[in-house]
């Protein structure tokens, strides 16, 4: 699990309780504020790419995300939305997806 300084050196928003509080908030509906919407899964993507390379992982869960980001003893309330788009834009991969991409065609060419 990240600590809040782990976190805090690759996102300094992190130790801003105020930008965080809006952060860690439910999202709403597109439709109501379409900026805000895609400004908050693009800060959540970004962290999460950053927190997946800062501790060497390839594989996640919503869970792990959930414990990773754990800040004042809360969980963003957004992670799992943010997940779906990322899963929606290619940024994540499901693990069967990502077998079957990588699994052997059967020939040289299939590599």
């Known amino acids: 699990m990240s600590t809040m300084s782990d976190i805090a050196s690759y996102c300094p928003e992190w130790t801003d309780n105020e930008r965080m509080s809006v952060m860690f908030a ?3 509906h ?3 504020n379409p900026e805000s919407w895609n400004s908050k899964i693009l800060f959540w993507g970004s962290l999460i790419s950053k927190w997946v390379l800062h501790n060497k992982k390839s594989c996640l ?10 800040r004042d003893g809360k969980s963003p309330h957004c992670l799992q939305e943010v997940v779906c788009e990322s899963v929606k834009s290619g940024l994540v991969v499901d693990q069967a997806r990502f077998v079957a991409s990588i699994a052997h065609k059967g020939n040289w060419g299939g590599w």
């Not at 869960?61 to 754990?70: G, H, I, N, P, S």
């Open 26 to 28: 439910p999202m709403r």
């Open 30 to 32: 597109k439709e109501l």
């Open 61 to 70: 869960t919503l869970e792990v995300l959930e414990k990773a980001f754990l």
